[in-house]
């Protein structure tokens, strides 16, 4: 099965950006992602392709009843 690289699909448009460093304390929307991603504890995708709402630094509120749609990065406090 050949792997769909949604970076590529929507190229140039800023929701799949793919960052040169980390952006702390900036917010960010799920599929974007930087070089110092790193993967929660309980990802459950086989290859999330360092998107930050796999990120372990990334702030969604996941744990709370509601999850927020663009999160804040926790680059590096976490």
Same mark, same amino acid.
């Given at each position: 099965?050949? @792997?769909? *690289?949604?970076?590529?699909?929507? +190229? ?10 980390? @952006? ?27 998107? &930050?709402?796999? &990120? ?8 709370? *009843? =509601? ?5 804040? &990065?926790?680059?590096? +406090? =976490?």
């Amino acid at each position: 099965m050949e @792997k769909i *690289d949604l970076r590529t699909i929507y +190229k140039g448009q800023p929701e799949y950006e793919l960052f040169p460093a980390p @952006k702390p304390g900036e917010s960010v929307w799920p599929h974007q992602g930087c070089p110092c991603w790193t993967a929660r504890r309980y990802t459950l995708l086989a290859n999330p392709d360092h998107e &930050c709402w796999c &990120c372990a630094f990334a702030d969604f509120h996941l744990g709370q *009843d =509601k999850a927020l749609e663009v999160g804040i &990065c926790q680059y590096p +406090k =976490k």
